[in-house]
T-cell receptor, first 113, second 112 residues
Framework: KQEVTQIPAALSVPEGENLVLNCSFTDSAIYNLQWFRQDPGKGLTSLLLIQSSQREQTSGRLNASLDKSSGRSTLYIAASQPGDSATYLCAVSGGTSYGKLTFGQGTILTVHP | DGGITQSPKYLFRKEGQNVTLSCEQNLNHDAMYWYRQDPGQGLRLIYYSQIVNDFQKGDIAEGYSVSREKKESFPLTVTSAQKNPTAFYLC???????????FGPGTRLLVL
């Protein structure tokens, strides 16, 4: 059964810092990996999707990498801003979980001015 | 505007009552999903549907039921058999399975 773990559970940084969020998964036979953002009491917003054949994806100040063989992904946020404060969720699909996303528990990010 | 809508935003359930959560999308997506989120936890899949008139159980389907009679609609019924229904319920859709999922704003279900 696929399991997804995110580290750290919570992170507090001053504005302007570059930061890294980590995601690991136990079954490397994935189809893709997605990073989402969730604001308190709201739905999820898709940030980046990496196909299993890709190594990384970039969108603005966000860069996500994927090392399928080691079962790891990182989300890099450059020049963090208070508006980046949210919960960041990692999810994988594929393998024995075809068509289904398995989510990590999330990292709660706080960027203070 | 294209997107996914969920209603109501808040829902209160009495003991022994069935309640239905609405999910509608106008993105012309074939696949739709229902997730449950508990405080401090990630999302868990309840049911998903790849196409109209077809749906599959997810990881925590017990006490829930769904229907997919129309492409744009995927309602979730929380039955009286679900003993711990208090949670945040999220609906999502995608062009097909394994593609990027787009989420609605969620419904918070509370038990009276």
């Amino acid at each position: 059964k696929q399991e997804v773990t995110q580290i750290p559970a919570a992170l507090s940084v001053p504005e302007g810092e570059n930061l890294v969020l980590n995601c690991s998964f136990t079954d490397s036979a994935i189809y893709n990996l997605q990073w989402f953002r969730q604001d308190p009491g709201k739905g999820l917003t898709s940030l980046l999707l990496i196909q299993s054949s890709q190594r990384e994806q970039t969108s603005g100040r966000l860069n996500a990498s994927l090392d399928k063989s080691s079962g790891r992904s990182t989300l890099y946020i450059a020049a963090s801003q208070p508006g980046d404060s949210a919960t960041y969720l990692c999810a994988v699909s594929g393998g024995t979980s075809y068509g289904k996303l398995t989510f990590g528990q999330g990292t709660i990010l706080t960027v203070h001015p | 505007d294209g997107g996914i809508t969920q209603s109501p935003k808040y829902l209160f359930r009495k003991e022994g009552q069935n309640v239905t959560l609405s999910c509608e999308q106008n993105l012309n997506h074939d696949a739709m999903y229902w997730y449950r989120q508990d405080p401090g936890q990630g999302l868990r899949l309840i049911y998903y549907s790849q196409i109209v008139n077809d749906f599959q159980k997810g990881d925590i389907a017990e006490g829930y039921s769904v229907s997919r009679e129309k492409k744009e609609s995927f309602p979730l019924t929380v039955t009286s058999a679900q003993k711990n229904p208090t949670a945040f319920y999220l609906c999502a859709s995608s062009i097909d399975l394994e593609e990027t999922q787009y989420f609605g704003p969620g419904t918070r279900l509370l038990v009276l």
